[in-house]
T-cell receptor, first 113, second 111 residues
């Protein structure tokens, strides 16, 4: 079956702009996670959804970051007033339920100039 | 993540065994994972071990867990050029669902 997909694969934007990153989880997976991977580092947790609700957004770095999952499937990570320090690969993962194996998408590489 | 530490680089000759080491700090970790990341690709789960086990073998992969020392290792037998990648150790703590990753070990397989 299809895995986790993310679009776009690459996004280049200018400082101060708004961006949206999309994640399509594996069909039927109720849990969805966003992680951020900076160069030379391991992924760091941002936010976790169980169904439509954000069960844990403790990893979001500040209020410029927001994510939604309105129908419990596709999720969008939104970043306002982007800064150069936001440049990273944003990874999405989904699992059948919490505590199950997390399947990762290929990521979106965000570059803020 | 600061709670999971790995050595950054490993160079190994094709056909030899590779051993990648990881230490973690949270004794409540329930699952420990090894992920592989190839250039431009997402993370691929290789194997995992539950905290009440001390060893798990899966074809060329052997995971060893020393809970007392909070040390995890991944051994790859008969290392091939296709094994060149970054390997991440990750922990999932008790009653948690998010993964905490190490910085990754870059494995280079030379002919």
């Amino acid at each position: 079956g299809a895995g986790v997909s993310q679009t776009p694969s690459n996004k280049v934007t200018e400082k101060g702009k708004y961006v949206e990153l999309r994640c399509d989880p594996i069909s039927g997976h109720t849990a969805l996670y966003w992680y951020r991977q900076s160069l030379g580092q391991g992924p760091e947790f941002l936010i976790y959804f169980q169904g439509t609700g954000a069960a844990d957004d403790s990893g979001l770095p500040n209020d410029r970051f927001f994510a939604v999952r309105p129908e419990g499937s596709v999720s969008t990570l939104k970043i306002q007033r982007t800064e150069r320090g936001d440049s990273a690969v944003y990874l999405c993962a989904s699992s059948e339920d919490s505590y199950n194996e997390q399947f990762f998408g290929p990521g979106t590489r965000l570059t803020v100039l | 993540g600061e709670d999971v530490e790995q050595s950054l680089f490993l160079s190994v000759r094709e056909g030899d065994s590779s051993v990648i080491n990881c230490t973690y700090t949270d004794s409540s970790s329930t699952y420990l994972y090894w992920y592989k990341q190839e250039p431009g690709a997402g993370l691929q789960l290789l194997t995992y071990i539950f905290s009440n086990m001390d060893m798990k073998q899966d074809q060329r992969l052997t995971v060893l867990l020393n809970k007392k020392d909070k040390h995890l290792s991944l051994r790859i037998a008969d290392t091939q050029t296709g094994d060149s990648a970054i390997y991440f150790c990750a922990e999932m703590r008790s009653n948690d669902y998010k993964l905490s990753f190490g910085a990754g070990t870059t494995v280079t397989v030379r002919a």
